[in-house]
């Protein structure tokens, strides 16, 4: 793996020549685990255009660091950091801190991961596997996905694809639920009734904040959605849970 040029920086308050400086500056990356043994240091042309220095500075840099087993030559690959590197010291876990900040109080409520439900890790082998945020790559449309992120990446669509609509949406996108995805699902919308948000409990959450207060109640049927309780709890509303039987609701 190569390391990018811009992890390398001169400090400004650094002492010494610009050739131990970028000596120390390597050296210290590798000692504190910042560069592993093995990764590919920036060419010497591209680390001085970086640097702002001659190329002969980090070329002698680099030839002191290879005499001193920080970084190792492979012909015309370039120079990578050495097998035989100082390996960075093991220092002994710091000792833990109480919180300077009541956090409960600062947010003004508890919150826990109670709510949250757990996913096994053999979770694709499961006959009926009842979770969200999977996709089925037997079902997956590969094909039109590949097209699609061609597309995207292509520099015909790039400034529709980057820009900011600040408080509106991309107006194909919501063409395209109004024409497409909506009516397949029996709704019918006019383009300003339709909001984006980052998915479900995004969805969710503008939707309680919007529709309950502490003074409200909210009906939510048990067993249900984990994320969406976790949502209610956090708006402080009034929850009656109401189980669901072989008949429903």
């Given at each position: 793996m190569a390391l990018p040029v811009e992890t390398f920086f001169l400090r400004p308050d650094a002492q010494g020549t610009l050739q131990q400086q970028i000596q120390q500056m390597i050296a210290q990356g590798i000692l504190s685990g910042r560069f592993q043994r093995g990764e590919k240091l920036p060419s010497?042309?591209?680390?001085?255009?970086h640097l702002g220095v001659s190329r002969?500075?980090?070329?002698?840099?680099?030839?002191?660091?290879?005499?001193?087993?920080y970084l190792s030559s492979r012909g015309r690959s370039g120079y990578f950091v050495s097998d035989n590197a100082p390996a960075?010291?093991?220092?002994?876990?710091?000792?833990?801190?109480?919180?300077a900040i009541d956090w409960s109080r600062a947010i003004g409520q508890r919150f826990s991961g109670n709510g949250l439900s757990?996913?096994?890790?053999?979770?694709?082998s499961y006959r009926y596997p009842f979770?969200?945020?999977?996709?089925?790559?037997?079902?997956?449309?590969?094909?039109?996905w590949r097209l699609c992120a061609v597309q995207a990446l292509g520099q015909r669509d790039f400034t529709s694809m980057t820009t900011d609509y600040y408080d509106q949406d991309d107006p194909?996108?919501?063409?395209f639920i109004v024409r497409?995805?909506?009516?397949?699902?029996?709704?019918?919308a006019r383009p300003d009734q339709i909001l984006i948000t980052l998915g479900?409990?995004?969805?969710?959450?503008?939707?309680?904040?919007?529709?309950?207060?502490q003074r409200r109640r909210a009906v939510l049927e048990d067993p249900c959605y984990p994320a969406l309780s976790g949502i209610l709890s956090q708006s402080r509303c009034h929850i009656t849970p109401v189980r669901v039987d072989q008949d429903g609701l």
């Open positions: 010497t042309r591209k680390l001085a255009a002969i500075t980090v070329t002698i840099s680099y030839t002191e660091l290879l005499a001193n087993d960075p010291p093991a220092f002994a876990p710091m000792a833990k801190v109480d919180d757990g996913k096994a890790q053999d979770w694709a979770i969200y945020g999977q996709a089925d790559p037997t079902l997956f449309d590969h094909a039109n194909q996108l919501i063409e497409n995805i909506l009516p397949r699902r029996g709704v019918s479900a409990q995004n969805a969710l959450w503008l939707t309680a904040q919007v529709l309950l207060t």
